[in-house]
T-cell receptor, first 112, second 111 residues
Framework: DTGVSQNPRHKITKRGQNVTFRCDPI?????LYWYRQTLGQGPEFLTY????????KSRLLSDRFSAERPKGSFSTLEIQRTEQGDSAMYLC??????????FGSGTRLTVV | TQLLEQSPQFLSIQEGENLTVYCNSS?????LQWYRQEPGEGPVLLVT???GGEVKKLKRLTFQFGDARKDSSLHITAAQPGDTGLYLC???????????WGLGTSLAVNP
């Protein structure tokens, strides 16, 4: 297993466009998390899945954001009608139960 | 309300100096974790502490969990430029099923 994989690494998009990010977690991990992080700050929780069930969503996650984890494997995070304030690093992490998280390298989104 | 307070927020030191980073809360945590993050990468787990009073060592890094499980510290001995990065503490509090994060300490070790 090569760890948590995120694609793409970088995404530049025009304001108003939709973007989708993908996360492939460690295969035996049942929990998957999405975070957003801005420069020099800690990660902000967005949402998490246990297997295929989305158990919690942050109030930060407006109706323009949606996440899925079909079949409890990979996950996608979609942002519709992007705004400049959406520019950030989007991090995915996975874990087995309450163990430490393994993070991917993130997707850097720039909205111009 | 920030449940986990990290201090200092920024730290710039010379190679060879020692430093301590603190992670404090008024809440009790069942476990606390420390992560290190380099620019453009995701955080990497350094250690998990679960028992009050626990001390763990990872080469030049020493991690302590407070007796009451409300605070933790990270001490680095003889810092090196390769220690530069953002140090984050995070923990599980109460019945919370997701990690609560501190805002991080940005460390710069100058050669």
């Amino acid at each position: 297993d090569t760890g948590v994989s995120q694609n793409p690494r970088h995404k530049i998009t025009k304001r108003g466009q939709n973007v989708t990010f993908r996360c492939d977690p460690i295969s035996e991990h049942n929990r998957l998390y999405w975070y957003r992080q801005t420069l020099g700050q800690g990660p902000e929780f967005l949402t998490y899945f246990q297997n295929e069930a989305q158990l919690e969503k942050s109030r930060l996650l407006s109706d323009r954001f949606s996440a899925e984890r079909p079949k409890g494997s990979f996950s996608t995070l979609e942002i519709q009608r992007t705004e400049q304030g959406d520019s950030a690093m989007y991090l995915c992490a996975s874990s087995l139960g309450f163990a430490g998280y393994t993070f991917g390298s993130g997707t850097r989104l720039t909205v111009v | 309300t920030q449940l986990l307070e990290q201090s200092p927020q920024f730290l710039s030191i010379q190679e060879g100096e020692n430093l301590t980073v603190y992670c404090n809360s008024s809440s009790v945590f069942s476990s606390l974790q420390w992560y290190r993050q380099e620019p453009g990468e995701g955080p990497v787990l350094l250690v998990t502490v679960v028992t009050g009073g626990e001390v763990k060592k990872l080469k030049r890094l020493t991690f302590q969990f407070g007796d009451a499980r409300k605070d933790s510290s990270l001490h680095i001995t003889a810092a090196q430029p390769g220690d530069t990065g953002l140090y984050l503490c995070a923990g599980f509090a109460g019945n919370n099923r997701k990690l609560i994060w501190g805002l991080g300490t940005s460390l710069a070790v100058n050669p």
